[in-house]
């Protein structure tokens, strides 16, 4: 079992950035995947970034040399550096972790508007 807890969401102005933080609890951290997904208002949730426990990285397309996911296996927590940010990035982002099963948090809400 793992719980999660995301922070960092808030409102920001178009080309501002934003830090999220996911802290996990419950488990062994570092061998479980971990990462970000979105969704918008009337849109399907959609993978933002993935690390792997080898901290290998996937990103979608739509944020590739805009966000950053890292990890920190001694706190528990992984993070989202989102920069470059666009209205289109307007959503409540949600943290999971995977291994045999997947985990998620409550989400945070992130706004883009000036």
């Known amino acids: 079992q793992v719980q999660l807890v995301e922070s960092g969401g808030g409102l920001v102005q178009p080309g501002g950035s934003l830090r999220l933080s996911c802290a996990a609890s419950?488990?062994?951290?570092?061998?479980?995947?971990m990462g970000w997904c979105r969704q918008a208002p009337g849109k399907e949730r959609e993978l933002v970034a993935e690390?792997?426990?080898?901290?290998?990285?996937n990103y979608a397309d739509f944020v590739k040399g805009r966000f950053t996911i890292s990890r920190d296996n001694a706190k528990k927590t992984v993070y989202l550096q989102m920069n470059s940010l666009k209205p289109e990035d307007t959503a409540v982002y949600y943290c999971?972790?995977?291994?045999?099963?997947?985990?998620w948090g409550q989400g945070t809400q992130v706004t883009v508007s000036s």
């Open positions: 419950g488990s062994i951290f570092s061998i479980y995947t």
């Open positions: 999971y972790a995977r291994l045999k099963s997947d985990y």
């Open positions: 690390i792997s426990s080898g901290h290998s990285t």
